[in-house]
């Protein structure tokens, strides 16, 4: 029996079937077309490292090209063991290298806890925009937690507290992701304790996505499990600080009281991606080790992405965009509200209007809030500050002496000011 394709349809799970490619992933394809057609295109939309991986890692990942075997599902041992040691040192959560599960990176990490863990899912608004739709593939709903720009976006424990509320009984978890994806913004040490104190009140196991965690600016990150040890799950990886997305690389540190949640997980891993690449993992052995030449990278990074973030913020906000100064990461979430009437005017009432409006009046390639979970009437966007060329200003700043500042973006990253003079063309 042959198949009519003309009318045949596959029985595809409704879930799956309305599904969207990520966002983040879809703007940079988009940017890259519109570039290989000749338009001068500002990519602001894709939150990938600008930087180099720091070349120790390098030179490990090819002294370690042949290994070839199947490591263990949870991963090297030596690798868990760094990761352990320069966590604990960080947070002082006294982990071990069985506390730690490696996967081929940490949002594969997130969705297997997803699918492993049956409870209801908060998640604060705006969020990285792969959260909600992980959980919709294993047929849950979150319940979102609205945030305020007064607060930088921060969740504040009386609104986790109403949201558990809201909740009821069930067993519930907490995605919480700091420096945050979409806003830079971070919590401070009483934030972070009073979270804790809800999350302790109400049984609430979080998953502090802390990728960005290394990229804190101007003082040192906090780990929300450094106040609630028994219930937090530290998510990182080398994607952002180390610049290795496409590695794909990626760590969970459990509390000893979860080790059932990481067997689970880990048999899930064993039915599905079995192992992270062999050469990777042996590399990352040095990457987490301490190193004077890895500190050194990951100090110029962080000095050059804050002047950046900086040099940002202080151009937009001339303009009359309402936005919160950077504290981490590499993404600021500008508001447009300024201009909601002179926009109107164009026909232009929400944030993916206005995305789309800029990347094809301006040039300028962003997201629109209403893909972090924000509502579509707000003019709001996801700013990547990474359009410049991380190798050359690693150089500048680590050979050459150069000190980041506003002078050296105005030198060294033109398209980052040619971004910024773009939006000064579009909105006035």
């Given at each position: 029996m042959s198949i009519n394709q003309d009318n045949y349809q596959l029985p595809i799970r409704r879930e799956v079937e309305q599904l969207k490619p990520s966002a983040t992933l879809v703007i940079n394809e988009r940017s890259k077309a519109l570039i290989a057609e000749g338009r001068a295109i500002y990519k602001l939309g894709f939150g990938q490292s600008p930087f180099p991986v720091p070349k120790v890692v390098v030179e490990a990942l090819r002294q370690n090209a042949g290994e070839k075997d199947y490591l263990p599902v949870r991963g090297l041992k030596r690798t868990r063991e760094a990761i352990a040691a320069r966590y604990s040192k960080l947070y002082q959560i006294g982990c071990e290298a069985g506390d730690v599960m490696l996967g081929p990176g940490s949002k594969e990490l997130i969705f297997l806890f997803q699918m492993a863990f049956d409870g209801t899912l908060l998640l604060p608004s705006p969020c990285w925009v792969s959260y909600e739709p992980q959980a919709e593939l294993v047929g849950k709903k979150p319940v979102f937690v609205a945030t305020k720009a007064e607060n930088n976006w921060c969740l504040q424990a009386e609104e986790l507290e109403q949201a558990c509320a809201q909740a009821g009984d069930a067993p519930k978890y907490l995605i919480l992701n700091y420096p945050n994806n979409p806003t830079g913004s971070t919590f401070s040490i009483s934030e972070l304790q009073g979270l804790a104190a809800v999350c302790r009140r109400h049984q609430v196991i979080v998953i502090a996505d802390e990728i960005y965690g290394e990229l804190t600016y101007g003082r040192a990150h906090h780990s929300l499990a450094t106040y609630y040890p028994e219930g937090t799950i530290i998510s990182t990886g080398l994607s952002k600080w180390a610049g290795a997305g496409g590695w794909r690389f990626g760590a969970f540190i459990f509390p000893k009281e979860m080790r059932?949640?990481?067997?689970?997980?880990?048999?899930?891993?064993?039915?599905?991606?079995?192992?992270?690449?062999?050469?990777?993992?042996?590399?990352?052995?040095?990457?987490?080790?301490?190193?004077?030449?890895?500190?050194?990278?990951?100090?110029?990074?962080?000095?050059?992405?804050?002047?950046?973030?900086?040099?940002?913020?202080?151009?937009?906000?001339k303009i009359n965009v309402r936005l919160n100064p950077p504290q981490g990461g590499f993404y600021l979430f500008p508001d447009f509200g300024y201009y909601r009437e002179a926009l109107a005017r164009k026909g232009i009432t929400s944030s993916e209007a206005l995305c789309r409006d800029l990347l094809e009046e301006a040039g300028i390639a962003m997201l629109p809030g209403s893909e972090f979970a924000r509502p579509a009437g707000e003019l709001n966007a996801r700013l990547c500050y990474v359009d410049f060329d991380g190798a050359l200003l690693l150089k500048k700043v680590l050979e050459e002496g150069e000190q980041p500042d506003a002078v050296f973006v105005e030198r060294f990253c033109p398209k980052i000011r040619g971004a910024m003079d773009a939006f000064v063309g579009y909105l006035l």
């Open positions: 059932q949640m990481l067997d689970v997980m880990a048999a899930i891993a064993s039915e599905t991606f079995s192992a992270v690449s062999a050469p990777v993992q042996y590399a990352a052995i040095t990457a987490y080790e301490p190193s004077d030449s890895v500190r050194d990278y990951l100090s110029a990074a962080k000095s050059i992405l804050e002047a950046v973030g900086s040099y940002v913020y202080e151009r937009l906000t």
